[in-house]
């Protein structure tokens, strides 16, 4: 099992940014993406990567969020952008190594980070 340790959350204005780090224990991933999970909603992804490097990106982000990763540190990032306070959430990092199709969908992946907070206020 991959291990997946996230980092970068924190507070930030309307208008401003963040950028969301995951360190993945090994690079053993065929997928690996962000979910996150506002106070009484359900977890939903945010953007994906595969391992050739394809990305995907939910409506509320497209635009303003960029998924990347840095495959000589097995790290996986999201920069955001033109923050939103409904953005705010706990933010997961998710990596897969069957080869599913690299969405977001909760069932599809085995490893997940512990979570990182991101507060936008208004």
């Known amino acids: 099992q991959v291990q997946l340790v996230e980092s970068g959350g924190g507070s930030v204005q309307a208008g401003g940014s963040l950028r969301l780090s995951c360190v993945a224990s090994e690079a053993s991933s065929y997928c690996m993406g962000w979910f996150r999970q506002g106070p009484g909603k359900e977890r939903e992804g945010v953007a994906f990567i595969d391992i050739d490097g394809l990305t995907s990106y939910s409506n509320s982000v497209k635009g303003r969020f960029t998924i990347s990763k840095d495959n000589t540190k097995n790290t996986l990032n999201l920069q955001m952008n033109s923050l939103k306070p409904e953005d705010t959430a706990m933010y997961y990092c998710?990596?897969?190594?069957?080869?599913?199709?690299?969405?977001?969908?909760?069932?599809?992946?085995?490893?997940w980070g512990q979570g990182t907070q991101v507060t936008v206020s208004s």
């Open positions: 998710a990596a897969e190594s069957a080869r599913i199709p690299c969405t977001g969908v909760v069932a599809y992946f085995g490893d």
